[in-house]
């Protein structure tokens, strides 16, 4: 932490929030929100003489509430930097009837009531994201009493009752009346590997950090009895076995069962339960004088926002998604970020630093490279076919595109911000926009290839490179069986279909075209899957203007998580598909050759007029 | 339409027996070669390998292919790897087209031989009708800001800041509270070693 704060080449924000992201790989502008801190971090040198005035008292959050600290507070003796901070919702504020009294005391005038949140913007090349986990709250296990119970404590809160720096200055003591408890329980799993209240994975550190209490318990009060309720002990890491092994020497006892209640005896606040002892195959009963519910890790509850600034895509667990689970592991699936620490999923500190060392390592060779290379498949205007109608220029999501149709000025990209999601080109009218290595003329040779021979026996697939398309690989890893009828075409983006490739497969005799992309908040081109879901909207009228049956054509959104998912759908697709009758196919087939003759005649006559 | 300019390899991979067991490579390899512009169709192994990457590279140049088609795994694995042996081999890597037969189609159909057979036919022929219009395409190169963003001030993002900073990057470390140090300051001891957290 101190390496951090006299880094030359660090520059360490706190109470700092990012707003806003732009830009890509090698170029992101970033808007960072400096909150007021209140006190000059710079010239403050935590003398304290403005904490020992300050009449608010609060539970202080570092103590997990076991202690107090004031408005105008540290979070703790070495934080960095190393600078107070006023909690503003606490603070009786800077008005001479109320308070103030921190400003008078603060001989080097270190405090300004009247600093303001700083705006601040960054240019940088990559982005490595860690903003790390949050613990499971243990509350609405309510049998466990969590709330009710004075020593039932969740394993964080272990950690500040047995820490030297913590309230007790390290006796550790139970809530209740300050005792030190001589028999002391763990539940593991608590609010893990669980599927109606917690989640379902496995939070990877609980039994590790149990054995360790479990240790430290020992090694301060070699007397207390300790008796841990597991479904598995997994302790798989280097050392780990060894550290279990030592505390199951040392006289703690592991007992395979979870106890289902809890019940406190009011007159001394110890706690009494019972349990399956699933070895032995016997109920046995525990009376303790504390327990400590081992509590699991969740996906931050404020991450979300985060993630949309990003444009990250989070696995089912809520954890962000990683480029590719085991070769891209530290690779967010956008160019130029990456995932350090539990933000990718929970892991202990040893695995947080090795990941955060591959994200270093990841970020450093685009940084280290004076220039790097960006896919080439970007807009084209065609400026002959332009009618300059602006259509193109609200739908890029990116604010690439210029045209003026008072002006009659033909519509221009500008390459360095176009990302290749294509939607303007599926957009376009008059056929004026290509996208570079995905051309129309591409997609028309695949979608007629995958016709040619029994079209009737299958179903046109649009998937998008990032989600559903990630999510059909992910079935093919995965081994999930579904019916061999589907053919996927892929796309950047969903937002690249255009409503001819979709009518072509129709008019070819494909029975079902699906079109598919990521959910509305995950889409890899900020929004430009809310056209797919308009363009889509506007085909289903037409469909039915034409007499086609609309549900003939499908729109489904999937993560790359949703590997199950796609088989699902790829089943429900086949089965729309063996519904669909030879005669619905020919009459559709009639239809679009004859709207299309149509189309012919008009143009050829509006040709000759011209 | 045949165009006689356009001289197109297929690659089809065996991928040891993750597609040749479930599909029958044999078959497929035969079935592209009658394809339109086609002009040879080889089977490998494993085609992302050393020795299957040197067979495409042989093979661009002996016959003077200009246009190349790899069935085998998903292009988000491999598109890279097939690309750059493309331009080792003097061909613009923009003139591969994959055909992902594997996550596609024998993982997904491996009860089923001769229907998974029948798709890699119909994926590779798709491949191939998409290869025949394929251009060379040009990457643009960009310049490169010489500094991170790390969002997040507890262990990880400490980590990740010092080695940037220490290879000689600038950091800018954003951290929401008003210390860094994160989860990992709120603990006493920490397993295996049992040493202080902060």
């Given at each position: ?134 613990v499971y ?16 404590v969740t394993s964080l809160e272990f950690e500040r009752l047995i820490c030297a720096?913590g309230?007790?200055?390290g006796?550790f ?7 030190t408890p001589k028999r002391i329980g763990f539940i593991q799993c608590i609010g893990s590997r669980a ?6 994975y496995c939070s990877n550190v609980c039994c590790m950090n149990t054995v360790k209490d479990s240790l430290l318990l020992k090694e301060h009060y070699p007397d207390t009895e300790i008796t841990v309720f597991y479904i598995d002990i997994r302790a798989f890491g280097k050392g780990f076995e060894d550290l279990f092994n030592r505390s199951k020497k040392m006289g703690v006892r592991y007992l395979r069962g979870l106890p ?11 706690l009494?339960l019972?349990v399956e002892n699933t070895t032995a195959g016997r109920i046995e009963e525990f009376e303790f004088d504390m327990l400590v519910l081992s509590v699991g890790l ?44 539990c933000?990718?999923a929970p892991k202990d500190i040893k695995d947080s630093v090795t990941q ?255 | ?154 262990i ?27 989860m990992m300051?709120q603990l006493d001891k920490t397993f295996p070693t049992m040493d202080c957290s902060i």
């Amino acid at each position: 932490m101190t390496d951090v704060g006299r880094h030359p080449r660090i520059k360490s924000m706190t109470l700092s929030e990012v707003e806003d992201v732009a830009g890509y790989i090698g170029n992101f502008r970033v808007k960072v929100r400096k909150k007021a801190r209140y006190v000059n971090e710079n010239e403050c040198t935590a003398c304290a003489e403005c904490v020992d005035i300050c009449p608010v008292i609060m539970p202080d959050e570092y103590q997990m509430g076991f202690s107090s600290r004031k408005a105008i507070y540290i979070p703790f003796p070495q934080a960095i930097p190393s600078s107070y901070v006023i909690n503003m919702e606490d603070c009786l504020g800077n008005n001479p009837i109320a308070c103030g009294k921190c400003l008078e005391k603060c001989d080097k005038r270190c405090i300004d009531f009247d600093m303001q949140d700083e705006i601040i913007e960054l240019n940088v090349g990559a982005i490595v994201v860690a903003t790390g986990i949050d613990v499971y709250d243990p509350t609405e296990l309510d049998e466990y009493g969590y709330t009710r119970f004075e020593n039932v404590v969740t394993s964080l809160e272990f950690e500040r009752l047995i820490c030297a720096g913590g309230p007790t200055d390290g006796h550790f003591v139970r809530p209740s009346d300050g005792r030190t408890p001589k028999r002391i329980g763990f539940i593991q799993c608590i609010g893990s590997r669980a599927y109606k209240r917690g989640h379902p994975y496995c939070s990877n550190v609980c039994c590790m950090n149990t054995v360790k209490d479990s240790l430290l318990l020992k090694e301060h009060y070699p007397d207390t009895e300790i008796t841990v309720f597991y479904i598995d002990i997994r302790a798989f890491g280097k050392g780990f076995e060894d550290l279990f092994n030592r505390s199951k020497k040392m006289g703690v006892r592991y007992l395979r069962g979870l106890p289902d209640h809890i019940i406190e005896d009011p007159d001394n606040g110890n706690l009494r339960l019972k349990v399956e002892n699933t070895t032995a195959g016997r109920i046995e009963e525990f009376e303790f004088d504390m327990l400590v519910l081992s509590v699991g890790l969740e996906p931050r509850q404020d991450g979300e926002q985060l993630r949309h600034i990003l444009s990250l895509s989070q696995t089912s667990d809520g954890f962000l998604a990683e480029c590719h689970p085991k070769l891209m592991p530290v690779d967010a699936p956008t160019r130029g970020m990456f995932l350090a620490g539990c933000v990718e999923a929970p892991k202990d500190i040893k695995d947080s630093v090795t990941q955060a060392s591959a994200a270093a390592a990841r970020a450093g060779i685009i940084l280290s490279a004076n220039k790097i290379k960006l896919e080439a498949a970007t807009a084209v205007v065609d400026k002959e076919k332009c009618t300059c109608c602006e259509v193109c220029v609200p739908v890029c999501p990116y604010g690439a595109i210029t045209a003026s149709r008072s002006e009659k000025i033909p519509a221009e990209v500008t390459e360095a911000m176009c990302a290749g999601c294509g939607t303007c080109a599926a957009e376009c009218q008059f056929g004026a926009i290509s996208i570079r290595h995905f051309d129309d003329e591409q997609y028309m040779a695949q979608i007629e290839a995958a016709l040619e021979e029994n079209p009737r026996d299958k179903a046109i697939v649009f998937a998008c490179n990032w989600c559903s398309y990630a999510a059909s690989d992910l079935a093919g890893t995965s081994r999930f069986q579904y019916p061999p009828n589907i053919r996927v075409i892929r796309t950047m983006c969903s937002g690249r279909v255009n409503e001819k490739f979709i009518l072509h497969a129709f008019k070819l005799g494909a029975p079902v075209v699906l079109v598919s992309g990521c959910h509305f908040a995950d889409c890899h081109y900020i929004d430009a899957n809310r056209w797919t879901q308009r363009r889509m909207d506007r085909l289903w009228n037409r469909l039915e203007r034409l007499g086609i049956r609309p549900e003939r054509l499908q729109l489904e959104w999937m993560s790359a998580a949703e590997g199950q998912r796609f088989a699902q759908v790829m089943a429900e697709i086949e089965e729309m598909r063996a519904k669909v009758s030879r005669q619905e196919i020919k009459n559709t087939k009639e239809v679009l050759r004859k709207r299309e003759s149509k189309k012919k005649r008009v143009t050829a006559a509006l040709g000759s007029s011209a | 339409m045949s165009d006689d300019s356009l001289r197109i390899g297929v690659f089809v991979c065996d991928c040891g027996m993750n597609i040749a067991g479930f599909v029958d490579c044999e078959e497929v390899r035969q079935y592209a070669e009658g394809l339109e512009d086609v002009v040879v169709s080889s089977r490998n192994r494993y085609t992302c390998s050393d020795p299957g990457q040197n067979e495409i590279k042989k093979t661009i140049q002996e016959q003077a292919l200009n246009r190349v088609v790899v069935a085998s795994c998903s292009p988000r694995l491999h598109e890279p790897t097939f690309r750059n042996c493309m331009a080792e081999a003097g061909l613009n890597p923009y003139l591969l087209e994959m055909a992902n037969i594997r996550e596609h189609c024998s993982w997904v159909h491996s009860n089923n031989r001769e229907a998974a057979t029948r798709k890699t036919k119909d994926i590779v022929k798709m491949a191939v009708a998409r290869a025949r219009f394929l251009k060379p395409q040009q990457e643009r190169e960009i310049p490169v800001t010489d500094a991170v963003l790390v969002i997040g001030g507890g262990i990880a993002g400490i980590q990740a800041s010092l080695d940037l900073a220490n290879t000689g990057h600038m950091v800018y470390l954003v951290e929401k509270q008003p210390t860094i140090g994160g989860m990992m300051a709120q603990l006493d001891k920490t397993f295996p070693t049992m040493d202080c957290s902060i």
